[in-house]
Protein backbone atom coordinates (compact mmCIF):
# COMPACT_ATOMS: atom_id res chain seq x y z
CA UNK A 1 0.00 0.00 0.00
CA UNK A 2 1.54 3.46 -0.62
CA UNK A 3 1.74 5.67 2.11
CA UNK A 4 3.01 9.20 2.29
CA UNK A 5 3.79 10.81 5.57
CA UNK A 6 4.23 14.48 5.69
CA UNK A 7 5.78 16.43 9.11
CA UNK A 8 7.51 19.33 10.30
CA UNK A 9 5.07 22.03 10.18
CA UNK A 10 3.67 24.29 12.83
CA UNK A 11 3.84 27.94 13.71
CA UNK A 12 6.78 30.04 12.24
CA UNK A 13 7.14 34.18 11.82
CA UNK A 14 7.55 35.96 9.26
CA UNK A 15 10.63 35.99 7.75
CA UNK A 16 11.65 32.39 9.32
CA UNK A 17 12.30 29.21 7.80
CA UNK A 18 10.49 25.45 8.55
CA UNK A 19 11.88 22.35 6.49
CA UNK A 20 8.77 19.87 5.98
CA UNK A 21 9.28 16.16 5.16
CA UNK A 22 7.67 13.49 3.49
CA UNK A 23 7.94 9.48 4.25
CA UNK A 24 6.67 7.43 1.65
CA UNK A 25 6.54 3.65 1.87
CA UNK A 26 4.70 0.67 -0.18
CA UNK A 27 6.81 1.81 -3.36
CA UNK A 28 10.14 2.01 -5.03
CA UNK A 29 9.97 5.58 -4.10
CA UNK A 30 13.61 6.22 -6.20
CA UNK A 31 11.77 5.00 -9.10
CA UNK A 32 9.00 8.14 -9.28
CA UNK A 33 8.86 11.86 -9.69
CA UNK A 34 7.77 13.39 -6.06
CA UNK A 35 5.68 16.77 -6.18
CA UNK A 36 4.77 19.30 -3.38
CA UNK A 37 1.15 20.66 -3.67
CA UNK A 38 -0.74 23.75 -0.81
CA UNK A 39 -3.94 24.91 0.01
CA UNK A 40 -4.41 27.87 1.55
CA UNK A 41 -7.33 27.92 4.36
CA UNK A 42 -10.55 27.80 2.39
CA UNK A 43 -8.79 28.39 -0.97
CA UNK A 44 -7.82 25.61 -3.85
CA UNK A 45 -4.68 23.69 -4.64
CA UNK A 46 -1.89 25.18 -5.71
CA UNK A 47 1.66 23.34 -7.15
CA UNK A 48 4.54 24.33 -5.47
CA UNK A 49 7.69 21.85 -6.85
CA UNK A 50 8.45 18.47 -8.08
CA UNK A 51 11.78 16.46 -8.26
CA UNK A 52 12.56 13.86 -10.93
CA UNK A 53 13.75 10.33 -9.53
CA UNK A 54 17.35 11.38 -9.50
CA UNK A 55 17.24 15.22 -8.17
CA UNK A 56 18.83 15.86 -11.10
CA UNK A 57 15.70 18.04 -12.46
CA UNK A 58 13.83 20.38 -10.46
CA UNK A 59 10.92 22.72 -10.82
CA UNK A 60 9.13 25.32 -9.07
CA UNK A 61 5.90 27.51 -9.26
CA UNK A 62 7.26 31.38 -9.49
CA UNK A 63 6.13 32.32 -6.24
CA UNK A 64 8.58 30.39 -3.65
CA UNK A 65 11.44 30.27 -6.39
CA UNK A 66 14.55 31.78 -4.55
CA UNK A 67 12.97 30.92 -1.42
CA UNK A 68 11.84 27.33 -1.29
CA UNK A 69 13.92 24.34 -1.67
CA UNK A 70 12.63 20.65 -2.88
CA UNK A 71 15.57 17.59 -2.46
CA UNK A 72 14.93 13.94 -1.72
CA UNK A 73 17.16 11.27 -0.09
CA UNK A 74 16.31 7.95 -1.80
CA UNK A 75 18.63 6.11 0.56
CA UNK A 76 15.57 7.34 3.48
CA UNK A 77 12.35 7.13 0.94
CA UNK A 78 12.05 11.13 2.47
CA UNK A 79 11.22 14.22 0.27
CA UNK A 80 11.90 17.49 1.42
CA UNK A 81 10.61 20.99 1.03
CA UNK A 82 12.97 23.80 2.87
CA UNK A 83 11.28 26.93 3.12
CA UNK A 84 12.93 29.90 4.17
CA UNK A 85 12.02 33.97 3.86
CA UNK A 86 8.14 32.53 4.61
CA UNK A 87 5.75 35.03 4.45
CA UNK A 88 1.74 35.13 5.55
CA UNK A 89 0.97 33.68 1.83
CA UNK A 90 2.57 30.50 2.39
CA UNK A 91 0.07 29.58 4.81
CA UNK A 92 -1.12 26.64 3.82
CA UNK A 93 -1.49 22.72 4.51
CA UNK A 94 1.59 21.42 2.04
CA UNK A 95 0.90 17.97 0.64
CA UNK A 96 3.40 15.45 -0.76
CA UNK A 97 2.35 14.01 -3.81
CA UNK A 98 3.80 10.68 -6.06
CA UNK A 99 4.43 11.10 -9.92
CA UNK A 100 4.22 14.48 -11.92
CA UNK A 101 0.53 13.57 -12.08
CA UNK A 102 -0.20 13.10 -8.65
CA UNK A 103 -1.44 9.50 -8.27
CA UNK A 104 -1.26 9.68 -4.48
CA UNK A 105 -1.04 11.80 -1.86
CA UNK A 106 -0.14 12.30 1.93
CA UNK A 107 -2.27 13.68 4.62
CA UNK A 108 -0.66 16.60 4.87
CA UNK A 109 1.17 19.18 7.10
CA UNK A 110 -0.37 22.58 7.98
CA UNK A 111 2.59 25.29 7.94
CA UNK A 112 1.42 28.50 9.80
CA UNK A 113 3.05 31.90 9.35
CA UNK A 114 2.07 34.44 11.47
CA UNK A 115 3.32 37.01 14.22
CA UNK B 1 1.45 29.67 -17.36
CA UNK B 2 -1.39 27.33 -18.66
CA UNK B 3 -4.62 28.46 -16.98
CA UNK B 4 -7.47 25.97 -16.64
CA UNK B 5 -10.60 27.28 -16.10
CA UNK B 6 -12.77 25.56 -14.41
CA UNK B 7 -16.76 25.62 -14.27
CA UNK B 8 -19.30 25.91 -12.56
CA UNK B 9 -17.26 26.83 -9.15
CA UNK B 10 -19.79 25.53 -7.41
CA UNK B 11 -23.73 23.32 -7.98
CA UNK B 12 -26.09 21.85 -5.85
CA UNK B 13 -27.38 18.39 -6.94
CA UNK B 14 -29.72 15.98 -5.81
CA UNK B 15 -28.76 12.16 -5.50
CA UNK B 16 -29.27 10.38 -8.94
CA UNK B 17 -28.83 13.60 -10.70
CA UNK B 18 -26.36 13.30 -13.29
CA UNK B 19 -23.54 15.91 -13.14
CA UNK B 20 -21.19 17.28 -15.50
CA UNK B 21 -17.83 19.94 -14.53
CA UNK B 22 -15.99 21.09 -17.06
CA UNK B 23 -11.95 22.64 -17.18
CA UNK B 24 -10.87 24.23 -20.22
CA UNK B 25 -7.15 24.93 -20.80
CA UNK B 26 -5.57 27.99 -22.62
CA UNK B 27 -3.48 26.01 -25.04
CA UNK B 28 -3.38 22.40 -25.94
CA UNK B 29 -2.31 19.71 -23.05
CA UNK B 30 -2.98 16.84 -25.42
CA UNK B 31 -4.79 14.43 -22.30
CA UNK B 32 -2.17 15.26 -19.66
CA UNK B 33 -5.02 16.18 -17.41
CA UNK B 34 -6.20 14.42 -14.04
CA UNK B 35 -9.45 14.80 -12.11
CA UNK B 36 -9.45 15.04 -7.95
CA UNK B 37 -12.15 14.78 -5.32
CA UNK B 38 -11.63 16.53 -2.00
CA UNK B 39 -13.80 16.24 1.16
CA UNK B 40 -13.03 18.32 4.25
CA UNK B 41 -10.16 18.15 6.03
CA UNK B 42 -9.42 15.47 3.50
CA UNK B 43 -6.28 15.03 1.03
CA UNK B 44 -7.20 14.82 -2.14
CA UNK B 45 -8.05 11.53 -4.20
CA UNK B 46 -7.48 10.85 -7.76
CA UNK B 47 -10.77 10.06 -9.89
CA UNK B 48 -9.46 10.46 -13.76
CA UNK B 49 -5.82 10.08 -15.15
CA UNK B 50 -4.84 10.67 -18.45
CA UNK B 51 -8.11 12.76 -19.31
CA UNK B 52 -10.44 9.62 -19.12
CA UNK B 53 -9.18 6.82 -17.78
CA UNK B 54 -10.55 5.69 -14.20
CA UNK B 55 -8.34 5.11 -11.27
CA UNK B 56 -8.10 1.60 -9.86
CA UNK B 57 -11.07 1.28 -6.85
CA UNK B 58 -12.74 4.25 -8.08
CA UNK B 59 -16.37 3.51 -8.69
CA UNK B 60 -17.93 3.61 -12.95
CA UNK B 61 -19.98 6.74 -12.37
CA UNK B 62 -17.04 8.72 -12.30
CA UNK B 63 -15.98 9.35 -16.25
CA UNK B 64 -13.80 11.95 -17.95
CA UNK B 65 -13.57 13.28 -21.53
CA UNK B 66 -11.79 15.37 -23.77
CA UNK B 67 -8.24 16.09 -25.41
CA UNK B 68 -6.20 19.55 -26.25
CA UNK B 69 -8.06 22.05 -24.48
CA UNK B 70 -11.54 21.07 -23.50
CA UNK B 71 -11.79 18.29 -20.61
CA UNK B 72 -14.94 17.01 -18.99
CA UNK B 73 -15.63 15.23 -15.49
CA UNK B 74 -19.06 13.74 -15.25
CA UNK B 75 -20.97 11.68 -12.81
CA UNK B 76 -24.08 9.69 -14.15
CA UNK B 77 -25.83 8.76 -11.06
CA UNK B 78 -24.88 11.14 -8.18
CA UNK B 79 -24.35 9.76 -4.51
CA UNK B 80 -24.35 10.92 -1.31
CA UNK B 81 -20.65 10.51 -0.22
CA UNK B 82 -20.22 12.30 -3.83
CA UNK B 83 -20.62 15.50 -2.54
CA UNK B 84 -17.48 17.26 -2.28
CA UNK B 85 -14.95 19.79 -4.20
CA UNK B 86 -13.38 18.46 -7.75
CA UNK B 87 -10.30 19.71 -9.19
CA UNK B 88 -8.19 19.53 -12.54
CA UNK B 89 -4.92 19.27 -12.64
CA UNK B 90 -2.90 20.00 -16.17
CA UNK B 91 0.82 18.48 -15.81
CA UNK B 92 1.67 18.88 -19.74
CA UNK B 93 4.06 22.11 -18.61
CA UNK B 94 5.44 23.70 -16.04
CA UNK B 95 4.09 25.26 -14.27
CA UNK B 96 1.69 22.70 -13.05
CA UNK B 97 -1.88 24.30 -12.55
CA UNK B 98 -4.80 23.41 -11.31
CA UNK B 99 -8.50 24.39 -11.48
CA UNK B 100 -10.03 26.62 -9.34
CA UNK B 101 -12.74 24.17 -8.40
CA UNK B 102 -16.39 23.03 -8.27
CA UNK B 103 -18.11 22.92 -5.04
CA UNK B 104 -20.74 20.12 -5.49
CA UNK B 105 -23.47 20.62 -2.84
CA UNK B 106 -27.06 18.67 -1.78
CA UNK B 107 -29.94 20.06 -3.54
Known amino acids: EVQLVESGGGLVQPGGSLRLSCVASGFTFSAYWMTWVRQAPGKGLEWVANIKEDGSEKYYVDSVKGRITISRDNAKNSLYLQMNSLRAEDTAVYYCGRTTAIDYWGQGTLVTVSS | DIQMTQSPSSLSASIGDRVTITCRASQGIRNDLGWYQQKPGKAPKRLIY???SLQSGVPSRFSGSGSGTEFTLTISSLQPEDFATYYC?????????FGQGTKVEIK
Open chain 2, 89 to 97: LQHNSYPRT
Open chain 2, 50 to 52: AAS
